[in-house]
């Protein structure tokens, strides 16, 4: 009684067959991409008519409906390869373009109506071509890095060396590859320099701190103390001052104030 509660009725086997057929009738005599919604539905409906043992008589306009879609989808991705420039002029404003046409490829991979596209000639031809783009995109990012990094003078200043740094680990954390494989950071060929910068750019402001001389003198009056003080060196290498007093003799010293430079 379970199984036969579980299987469809005589009446809901011919509801499924009628609105398969009438979805499938409904799709436009003349295709455009922008059916490719409706011609879905209806083979989903065919599909579930089928499940249950039925025979859809319109399905060769089905099958019409779906070659068609999957044509003028085929045609729409290579009009987009075609607006791209020549392989040997990409450049990293190519990647948003280049990212929408890889992207519309995974679209048409994904729509289950087309079936197994991996032995579809067209398909491949585009894939392959799409595949050789995304690598031109990759080798234009990486020149770009590298012209960043090459640009550091030897004492840079630190915006220059955060955006030569940032530009690098984008590009790493982007392209790196395990399956391909692809190294990102070892692609990188003049890393070291990067490197060598961002150590230099710290030494330079630890000695810029330790060169710092400060002369502090003081005058008291009852209640009160006025602290003064001056300072020799590059005063930027400074964040603030953090000020300590001892209010008893032995007692220790500790921090009464710390004024920021503004």
């Known amino acids: 009684k379970a199984m036969a509660a579980a299987l469809p009725s005589v009446k809901e086997k011919k509801d499924a067959k009628a609105a398969a057929e009438k979805a499938v009738n409904d799709i436009p005599n003349r295709i455009a991409l922008t059916d490719k919604a409706a011609v879905e539905a209806a083979n989903k409906l065919v599909e579930t008519a089928k499940e249950m043992g039925q025979t859809v008589s319109n399905e060769s306009r089905l099958t019409a409906a779906i070659n068609a879609v999957k044509a003028l989808e085929i045609k729409a991705l290579n009009d987009q390869i075609a607006a791209l420039p020549a392989l040997s002029k990409v450049t990293t404003a190519d990647k948003a373009a280049v990212k929408a046409v890889a992207d519309a490829l995974d679209a048409l991979y994904g729509t289950d109506m087309y079936g197994d596209l991996s032995k579809d000639t067209a398909v491949n031809a585009i894939a392959a071509t799409v595949e050789n783009y995304q690598k031109a995109v990759r080798a234009a990012v990486k020149a ?49 320099k990067l490197f060598y910068a961002e150590a230099q750019l710290k ?60």
């Open 144 to 192: 770009d890095v590298e012209a960043k990094i090459a640009a550091l003078s030897a004492n840079a200043a630190r915006t220059d060396i955060e955006a030569a740094r940032a530009a690098y680990d984008a590009f790493v954390e982007e392209y790196t590859d395990a399956s391909e494989p692809y190294d990102a950071k070892a692609q990188i060929v003049n890393a070291d």
């Open 203 to 262: 030494a330079n402001e630890i000695k810029a701190v330790e060169s710092l001389k400060i002369t502090a003198s003081s005058t008291a009056k009852k209640g009160s103390i006025t602290v003064k003080w001056t300072v020799k060196g590059d005063v930027a290498a400074a964040d603030g001052y953090e000020v300590f007093r001892s209010v008893k003799k032995n007692s220790g010293l500790n921090c009464a104030m710390s004024p920021r430079l503004e």
